[in-house]
């Protein structure tokens, strides 16, 4: 007949070996990811940032400032015959009465 003491020492001993093995495992684990997340982060900042994506122009907070304006005076070449019309409070001047 066998010592049952004797037995669940073994299976203890066994049982704490897999559960280091298991602890090492898994810190070895969440190193891994730890790094690939510091690498995308990198990346991210690096390679992805707000000026770089295909919707910038749409987002842009100064787009605005950076846009000429629609006519630039009576002889614009931009403008057609359908853009005759002139609107009121429409100052094309003030640049040269104000300096």
Not at 34 to 40: A, T
Request: glycine share 8%; hydrophobic share 30%.
């Amino acid at each position: 007949m066998l010592n049952l003491g004797c037995s669940c020492r073994l299976y203890a001993d066994l049982t704490a070996s897999h559960a280091g093995q298991l602890t090492l495992g898994q810190l070895d684990a969440d190193a891994a990811r730890k790094e690939w997340d510091k690498e995308l982060q990198t990346f991210r900042s690096t390679q992805q940032g707000k000026a770089i994506t295909h919707e910038w122009d749409l987002n842009r907070p100064d787009a605005k400032s950076r846009d000429s304006p629609a006519r630039l005076g009576d002889n614009d070449p931009r403008c057609g015959p359908a853009s005759l019309q002139q609107f009121a409070g429409e100052d094309l001047q003030i640049g040269e009465r104000v300096t």
